[in-house]
């Protein structure tokens, strides 16, 4: 499983996109890149997941570098909702290891 | 709602003694993952299983056991509990092995 490197914390206004970096530089060419989320203590919640090119869904995009030895996760007008933990994890269709995450923090 | 359940969704018990979690996994999903997270730290992968099968380990105690029944539901045991298994502990499902569903967690409370 690749290991995952992200910044400990960030701050983004509201209204504003957020950009969540992750580096993933040992990830083989079958792992994909996910990324979830998690508010509070509640259970982490999935976001947005992609192998070589970049995703768009309802959530967020998902950014990967030609490489794939980074990814750059991006909520487009973040919502003081949106403050949360961002987990950036690489995985091969089993185990999943969770890094400590980006505690993001949106600021009214 | 991720359509993952988990009970009880509060448990507190005693130093020594022995434990059970559910976990009911979403509709069509045959993979279920436990997941144990002490307070401010990350989550600590326990153990998968897959169709009523072991599939993968994480650091799982041999305090901790865990199955998979053929509904397809889970439970994990934590016996002989120490005040340091005090944490949230997650229950996910999958049905490809690949993206997770999440359920709310069990708090469990060791006093």
């Known amino acids: 499983d690749a290991k995952t490197t992200q910044p400990p914390s960030m701050d983004c206004a509201e209204g504003r996109a957020a950009n969540l970096p992750c580096n993933h530089s040992?990830?083989?060419?079958?792992?994909?890149v996910y990324w979830y989320r998690q508010i509070h203590s509640q259970g982490p919640q999935y976001i947005i997941h992609?192998?070589?090119n970049n995703e768009t869904n309802e959530m967020a995009s998902l950014i990967i570098t030609e490489d794939r030895k980074s990814s750059t996760l991006i909520l487009p007008h973040a919502t003081l909702r949106d403050t949360a933990v961002y987990y950036c994890?690489?995985?091969?269709?089993?185990?999943?290891?969770f890094g400590p995450g980006t505690s993001l923090s949106v600021i009214p | 709602d991720s359509g993952v359940t988990q009970t009880p969704k509060h448990l507190i018990t005693a130093t020594g003694q022995r434990v059970t979690l559910r976990c009911s996994p979403r509709?069509?999903?045959?993979?279920v993952y436990w997941y144990q997270q002490s307070l401010d730290q990350g989550l600590q992968f326990l153990i998968q299983?897959?169709?009523?099968?072991?599939?993968a380990k994480g650091n799982i105690l041999e305090r901790f056991s865990a199955q998979q029944f053929p509904d397809l539901h889970s439970e994990l045991n934590l016996s002989s509990l120490e005040l340091g298994d005090s944490a949230l502990y997650f229950c996910?499902?999958?049905?490809?092995?690949?993206?997770?569903?999440f359920g709310p967690g069990t708090r469990l409370t060791v006093l």
């Open positions: 996910a499902s999958s049905v490809d092995l690949d993206t997770q569903y």
């Open positions: 040992t990830i083989s060419g079958n792992e994909y």
């Open positions: 992609g192998l070589k």
């Open positions: 994890i690489g995985t091969s269709y089993d185990k999943v290891i």
């Open positions: 509709s069509g999903d045959l993979s």
């Open positions: 299983y897959y169709n009523g099968e072991e599939r």
